[in-house]
T-cell receptor
Framework: GDSVTQMEGPVTLSEEAFLTINCTYT??????LFWYVQYPGEGLQLLLK?????DKGSNKGFEATYRKETTSFHLEKGSVQVSDSAVYFC????????????????FGKGTKLTVNP | NAGVTQTPKFQVLKTGQSMTLQCAQD?????MSWYRQDPGMGLRLIHY???????DQGEVPNGYNVSRSTTEDFPLRLLSAAPSQTSVYFC????????????FGPGTRLTVL
C-alpha cells in the first residue's frame, strides 16, 4: 500500500542553522505530496504541497521539491528560527487506482524539530 | 470564520463508557475526516465523509461510528471505550476532496481508564 517514510527525530538545531527533514514515499503512480506542521498544542496546518514531478513547494522560507526519480520530497530551510519548533509531517494522496475508488491522505510518523536560541 | 471546532478539549472515560466527540466547520466544506494521533504512529484515518449522508471507513474504524446529517457537523461516537482508544483525536475538513488543503481542529485529548 501507499506509505511515507520520514527521518526519525527528534531533531535539535541552533537558531540560523540549515534544516533538512528527509521524506520518501511508496505509491502507485504519481501522488500529490504535502508537508504539514503541528505547533505545540495545536492541530496540523498545511505548510506546502507539490502535485507533479519537479514541482517545488515553498512557504515561510521552507522548500521541498518533488523528485520522481528518487521518490522523495525532502523539506529544507536555510535558516531556522525558534518559532519553527514544531512537529513536521510528510503526507501523500495517491491517485485512484480504479474508477470510483477512494483517495486517502497518508501521513508519515512525524519529525519533531526543536530550535534553540 | 471559526474554522474547524472540536469539543471537548479533554475527556476522561472509564472502560465501557460511551461518548461523542463533536466536530463542526463553518466553511461549507464537503470533505470531513477523523484522525487519531498516537506517539510514534503519526496520524491514522478513522472515518471520513465526502458529503452529507455519505461516510466511509478509514484505516482504523473499529470501535467508532460516524454520521453526517449536515454539511457542517461530523460527530465521532465511541460505543464502548477501551484503553486502546486513549489518544488525541483530530477532525479535519476541506473543500472538494482530500487533495485540497486540510483544515484541522485543535484536537480532543481522550484518556480511557
Amino acid at each position: 500500500g501507499d506509505s511515507v517514510t520520514q527521518m526519525e527525530g527528534p531533531v535539535t538545531l541552533s537558531e540560523e542553522a540549515f534544516l533538512t527533514i528527509n521524506c520518501t514515499y511508496t505509491a502507485t503512480g504519481y501522488p500529490s505530496l504535502f508537508w504539514y506542521v503541528q505547533y505545540p498544542g495545536e492541530g496540523l496546518q498545511l505548510l506546502l504541497k507539490a502535485t507533479k514531478a519537479d514541482d517545488k513547494g515553498s512557504n515561510k522560507g521552507f522548500e521541498a521539491t518533488y523528485r520522481k526519480e528518487t521518490t522523495s520530497f525532502h523539506l529544507e530551510k536555510g535558516s531556522v528560527q525558534v518559532s519553527d519548533s514544531a512537529v513536521y509531517f510528510c503526507a501523500l494522496v495517491a491517485k485512484r487506482a480504479l474508477e470510483g475508488g477512494s483517495e486517502k491522505l497518508v501521513f508519515g510518523k512525524g519529525t519533531k524539530l526543536t530550535v534553540n536560541p | 470564520n471559526a474554522g474547524v471546532t472540536q469539543t471537548p478539549k479533554f475527556q476522561v472515560l472509564k472502560t465501557g463508557q460511551s461518548m461523542t466527540l463533536q466536530c463542526a466547520q463553518d466553511m461549507n466544506h464537503e470533505y470531513m475526516s477523523w484522525y487519531r494521533q498516537d506517539p510514534g504512529m503519526g496520524l491514522r484515518l478513522i472515518h471520513y465523509s465526502v458529503g452529507a449522508g455519505i461516510t466511509d471507513q478509514g484505516e482504523v474504524p473499529n470501535g467508532y461510528n460516524v454520521s453526517r446529517s449536515t454539511t457542517e457537523d461530523f460527530p465521532l461516537r465511541l460505543l464502548s471505550a477501551a484503553p486502546s482508544q486513549t489518544s488525541v483525536y483530530f477532525c479535519a475538513s476541506s473543500y472538494g476532496s482530500v487533495r485540497n488543503e486540510q483544515f484541522f481542529g485543535p484536537g480532543t485529548r481522550l484518556t480511557v481508564l
